[in-house]
């Protein structure tokens, strides 16, 4: 059945253009059971389910199928949160480098509170942590410092601190709930950090020496398992 | 013979009616009045193409990782109280991707009405 084409071709490396299964199969032998879900790399064209990246197939449960790729370019995925620096400053909005194609517009009134007489005063070259809010391959994106809700819960300009770049599958890894980098880390020292998803980390820590030796931390660990992770902090609080 | 009271109406007086919060609660009585009105008559002029029934597809796709790799939605944390704030926001974001996630397992794991039915029928026969 199509859903073993699909099975079996999981972990492989694909390639853009290689067809992963049939609409139509996947359909039929699915039944009622559960939707199908089609991650990121993956798209559908006349009737065939298509992969657009090179990358692994990877399987996740209950049922969805998705392509790990590692990138640096960022594409603008709507109501992700990315880490932004300001070019630009125009009447009504601000111009983001987000590090897409194109530079994301967010407006002076998208922030918590903001009001027509008092806007937030954000400089170029300030940093933001924003939500994208418009995100499509034909427009320009938009960012909001708002939740669903208003609240600002966590976004608006980041002050202070120093940001690096990295690639997005280790934003990724930051991210993800099974990764122990910054839990051990936040074991030792006291700091914080914003992970955005277009590959910008942004960090603070009470000194340069610490600040410095978290971004390495996160720069080396991008290739390592958690044992490996555990060992290189064991290593750096040995080594201070 | 005494003719039974007449059920009156129980109704302030104008001088009372006039007053600024009943007034401004009159109003507001009003305008929800008409936004209900609003509603229902953009609800009526819906209309559906007879026939033309879309077969539900099992399939969806999504554009992002967060969702599908179960990523953290705020990516900012904070360890050892540097930034007490964004501490209590990262707690409060698992508390509630938490209640979600076991919102889902009961509703997935709940026994349907039918099968409750079905059972009871079987137990009380036996």
Redesign the interface.
Known sequence: MADEDVRGSVNRVVMPGDIIGNVADLETSSGKRATLKFGPGLREENGVILAFKAGVLRHRKPATYLIDSNQRRYVPVKEERVIGVVTNRGYDSYKVDIGGSLAASLPNLSFEGATKKNKPNIQIGDIVYARLCVANKDMEPELDCRDVSGKSSGMGQLTGGFMITCSLGLCRKLLSKEFVLLKSLGNYFPFECTVGMNGKVWINASSTSHTIIIANAITNSEYMTNNQVESMVKQIVNGM | MAAEPQPVKKSLSKNVMAMKFMKRKAEADYRRQLEQEKQRAIEESHWVLQGKEERE??????????N????????????????PA?EK?FKEMLAKEEEAKSQEWESEESVSDEEMTRRFVIQISV
């Not at chain 2, 790799?69 to 109280?81: A, P, T, V």
Request: net charge negative; charged share 25%.
């Open positions: 597809s099992c399939i969806e796709f999504e554009a992002s990782y967060v599908c790799e179960d990523l953290y939605q705020c990516g900012r944390m904070s360890f050892k109280k540097f930034n964004v926001l």
